[in-house]
C-alpha cells in the first residue's frame, strides 16, 4: 500500500507541475491587467507602467514564472495586490466557509444518492421510480445558477423563511450557530438537489446491474434476509461509481462552490476566486488554481485507496 502511494505521488508531481505552467500563463495573457484593475479605465500608460514595475509584472512571462514557482516551492503562494494579505491568509479565512457548505452538502447529497438510488432500483418500474426518474431529470437539466435564484425568490422572498445570502447579519456582531444555520440552509439546499439529480441516476444504474447478479439470486435462494442481501451484498457492490465521484468532490469544495456563492454572496473560497479574477488578482488566482489542481490529485487517490476498503478483491502493491 505504502509502495502504491509512494508511486502516486511521484506521478503527481508532472501533473502539478503542468497546471502551475498551464494557470501561470493562462492568467498572465488575458487582456487588462492588476494595473488597469486598480487604477481604473482612465490610468495612463505612465502610471500603469510603474504598478506593473512594482509588482514585477513587466518582466518576461519565464522570468515571472520561475519566480513565483521558486517561491512556491517554499510555501509561499504571494501576496494580494487589492487585500494586501498574503494568499494563505486569504485561504485560511474562507476555506471554513466553503467546507461548511460543500462539505455538509457533498455529505447530504452522498446519503440521499445512496438512498434514492437504492430505492428506485428495488422498486424499479414503479410510481415512485417514475416519480423520482422526473425529478431527477427536472433538477439534473436545470442550470444551477437558475435553480440558485429560483430558491431565493421562494424560501427569501416569497415566504421570507431565509436570508437571500451572505453569512450573518451585518446588525449582529455576534450572530451565533442559529444565524449560520439560517444562511447555509438555502447554498447547502442547492447543491444538494443540482448534485443528488446526478449521484442518484448513478447509484440506481449501478444498484439494479447488481440486484440481478448471480451472487444475489444464489444468497435469496440460500434464505438469506431480504435486507442483508440487499444493504450487505447488493448495496456494498453498487456505491463504488460513487466512491469516485466522491474523489472528485474533493477539488469542488473549491471550484464548484463559485456559482453558489456568488448567487447567495457567500463569502467562501469561490466567491474569492470570482473577485480575483475581476480584478486580475494573479496571486491568489494562482493560489486557488494550484490547490484545486493538489485536491484533485489527492481526491483521486484517495478514492481508489476507498475502493480497496469497500471491495476486498482490489489489491494494491
Known amino acids: 500500500m505504502l509502495k502504491y502511494i509512494f508511486r502516486r505521488v511521484l506521478q503527481a508531481i508532472p501533473s502539478l507541475l503542468g497546471i502551475t505552467i498551464i494557470g501561470f500563463f493562462l492568467v498572465h495573457i488575458v487582456p487588462g491587467g492588476p494595473a488597469q484593475a486598480m487604477l481604473?479605465?482612465?490610468?495612463?500608460p505612465a502610471r500603469i507602467?510603474?504598478?506593473d514595475q512594482e509588482f514585477g509584472l513587466n518582466k518576461p512571462l519565464p522570468v515571472q514564472y520561475i519566480q513565483w514557482l521558486g517561491q512556491l516551492l517554499h510555501g509561499n503562494l504571494g501576496t494580494s495586490y487589492f487585500y494586501n494579505e498574503t494568499v494563505w491568509h486569504l485561504i485560511a479565512v474562507n476555506m471554513p466557509r466553503t467546507l461548511s457548505i460543500v462539505g455538509l452538502g457533498v455529505l447530504i447529497a452522498h446519503i440521499l444518492s445512496i438512498l434514492l438510488g437504492s430505492l428506485q432500483a428495488y422498486y424499479h418500474d414503479t410510481k415512485f421510480d417514475y416519480i423520482m426518474t422526473a425529478l431527477t431529470y427536472f433538477f439534473y437539466s436545470m442550470p444551477i445558477f437558475w435553480l440558485g435564484i429560483m430558491i431565493i425568490m421562494f424560501f427569501s422572498i416569497t415566504?421570507?423563511?431565509f436570508p437571500s445570502g451572505g453569512l450573518s447579519n451585518p446588525l449582529n456582531p455576534n450572530p451565533g450557530f442559529g444565524s449560520w444555520v439560517a444562511h447555509t440552509?438555502?447554498?447547502v439546499l442547492t447543491i444538494v438537489l443540482t448534485t443528488v439529480a446526478g449521484w442518484g441516476r448513478y447509484m440506481r444504474t449501478?444498484?439494479?446491474e447488481n440486484l440481478i447478479q448471480d451472487y444475489v439470486r444464489t444468497a435469496r435462494a440460500?434464505?438469506?434476509k431480504e435486507s442483508v442481501v440487499v444493504l450487505k451484498h447488493a448495496l456494498r457492490n453498487s456505491v463504488l461509481p460513487l466512491i469516485t465521484l466522491l474523489g472528485f468532490a474533493l477539488p469542488n469544495l473549491f471550484s464548484g462552490a463559485l456559482l453558489v456563492e456568488v448567487i447567495f454572496n457567500y463569502p467562501g473560497m469561490g466567491l474569492l476566486f470570482w473577485d480575483a479574477a475581476n480584478q486580475r488578482d494573479y496571486p491568489v488566482i494562482l493560489g486557488?488554481?494550484?490547490i484545486t489542481g493538489f485536491l484533485t490529485i489527492l481526491g483521486n487517490l484517495l478514492a481508489d485507496l476507498l475502493y480497496g476498503l469497500v471491495d476486498p478483491r482490489i489489491q494494491y502493491n
Open 206 to 208: 449501478a444498484m439494479s
Open 222 to 224: 440460500k434464505g438469506i
Open 288 to 290: 486557488i488554481v494550484v
Open 49 to 51: 507602467a510603474q504598478v
Open 159 to 161: 415566504l421570507n423563511w
Open 40 to 44: 481604473g479605465p482612465r490610468a495612463t
Open 185 to 187: 440552509t438555502l447554498p
